[in-house]
T-cell receptor, first 112, second 115 residues
Framework: TQLLEQSPQFLSIQEGENLTVYCNSSSVFSSLQWYRQEPGEGPVLLVTVVTGGEVKKLKRLTFQFGDARKDSSLHITAAQPGDTGLYLCAGAPLDSNYQLIWGAGTKLIIKP | EPEVTQTPSHQVTQMGQEVILRCVPISNHLYFYWYRQILGQKVEFLVSFYNNEISEKSEIFDDQFSVERPDGSNFTLKIRSTKLEDSAMYFC?????????????FGNGTRLTVT
């Protein structure tokens, strides 16, 4: 069974600080997606990374896919209260064309 | 921006009853999915649907579950005889192509409570 382990599960920091969320697996994924989920809503895609070593930036968010395509990280620079939410990583396994394997999520709270 | 819509937002049913959860995917999308999220747990894949048939299903998607695209717009998930452990948020999603390269667009979910 392929698993994605996210860490930390919960993070509460002050506005302006930097943070990194990790998504790790022992399995290789063909791509990895990061989603953000607000209470009472479905996940909303932030980014998809496909190539080993790939780095993508979305304003203050930087996403990196590991060279071996087994792990990924999300780095937020100068966090703002609007970044508060649940961040989920989801990987497309090599042996499936259709499903995504999900991490348990990181609940992020940015205090003003 | 086009969105995936799900109805109802909350469904309460008694154990053993049948429920149908409804979804309207984004109109030009070809791939449809049901995922569920039990409270406090990970999002879990149930089933994917393409070209009017199930393309992949998980171990969770047993004989009690079925999906249907009865017309050109709706995509439904039926649970024939609900169990307490079926209580969860059920998310419908759609995509233009397979998830490897195409983002999934999720609805806001149906909260199913089985009593």
């Amino acid at each position: 069974t392929q698993l994605l382990e996210q860490s930390p599960q919960f993070l509460s920091i002050q506005e302006g600080e930097n943070l990194t969320v990790y998504c790790n697996s022992s399995s290789v994924f063909s791509s990895l997606q990061w989603y953000r989920q607000e209470p009472g809503e479905g996940p909303v895609l932030l980014v998809t990374v496909v190539t080993g070593g790939e780095v993508k930036k979305l304003k203050r968010l930087t996403f990196q896919f590991g060279d071996a395509r087994k792990d990924s990280s999300l780095h937020i620079t100068a966090a703002q209260p609007g970044d508060t939410g649940l961040y989920l990583c989801a990987g497309a396994p090599l042996d499936s064309n259709y499903q995504l394997i999900w991490g348990a999520g990181t609940k992020l709270i940015i205090k003003p | 921006e086009p969105e995936v819509t799900q109805t109802p937002s909350h469904q309460v049913t008694q154990m053993g009853q049948e429920v149908i959860l409804r979804c309207v995917p984004i109109s030009n999308h070809l791939y449809f999915y049901w995922y569920r999220q039990i409270l406090g747990q990970k999002v879990e894949f149930l089933v994917s649907f393409y070209n009017n048939e199930i393309s992949e299903k998980s171990e969770i998607f047993d004989d009690q579950f079925s999906v249907e695209r009865p017309d050109g717009s709706n995509f439904t998930l039926k649970i024939r005889s609900t169990k307490l452990e079926d209580s969860a948020m059920y998310f419908c999603a759609s995509s233009e192509s397979r998830p490897r390269g195409s983002p999934l667009h999720f609805g806001n979910g149906t909260r199913l409570t089985v009593t």
